[in-house]
Structure formats: C-alpha cells, structure tokens
C-alpha cells in the first residue's frame, strides 16, 4: 500500500494529475475491501477521481457489487447513508430485516418513511 500511496504523492508533487487519479482507481481496485472498512480515508480519495455524472454510475457499480453478497453489510448501509440514499437504505435493510439491522437505521429513515417504518417494527 504505501508503494501506492508514494507513487500518488510523487504523481502530485510532479503534477502529472492524470497519472495520480490512475494511481488512485489502481489502489482502491486492488484494495476495494476498505472501501468501507476505511472509508474516510479511501473513498472521499476515490469519489474525488470522479466527476458528479461519472461518480452517480461508480456509485451505483459499486453499489450492485457488494449489494450483491448475500446478508446484510454494514459497510454497503454505511455508504448508502454517507450518499443520501435514504430510500435505497430504506429497500436494503427491508430486504434483510432484521431487528439488529432496523435499531441501527431506522432514524435514518423514519422521518421520510414514517409509516413503512412503522409496517418494519
């Protein structure tokens, strides 16, 4: 990892950007398990290499792709909650409901789904 991180940095340092957002896609590919387990340090770095229209369908990969494996993760609720999906939010933990998972985020989304809430409990 740090051969990565030194690698970016020296991209930065010789401001060959493109080169530095390459590095970085390049270390969350290889490392795309901390992508939650260590989100504020890799993915504010990894949603920066992205444009507002691209980042939407990385969001939506990234979404499909650990939505995917079966039972409910805290990591993919977590992202969900950091990007405002409330709804989305709202479908998963209704998928995989448990009282565990619905104690943990029904604040999130009571308020705009008050009575589905409700139907959860």
């Known amino acids: 990892m740090d051969q990565w991180i030194d690698k ?9 950007y493109d080169e530095a957002i390459l590095t970085c896609k390049a270390v969350i590919e290889e490392y795309s398990q901390w992508l939650y387990d260590v ?18 369908d990385e969001r939506e990969k990234l979404f499909l ?4 494996e079966k039972g409910f993760s805290n990591s993919v609720a977590e992202f969900l909650v ?3 999906e409330i709804e989305r939010l709202l479908i998963y933990v209704e998928k995989h409901l448990y ?18 809430t409700l139907d959860m409990f």
């Open 8 to 16: 970016a940095r020296n991209c930065v340092s010789l401001k060959q």
């Open 39 to 56: 989100e504020e340090n890799v993915s504010p770095l990894y949603k920066a290499t992205f444009g507002p229209k691209e980042w939407a």
């Open 65 to 68: 792709r650990y939505s995917g």
């Open 82 to 84: 950091a990007e405002n």
């Open 99 to 116: 009282m565990d998972n619905l104690e943990r985020y029904y604040k999130v989304f009571s308020s705009d789904y008050p009575e589905k």
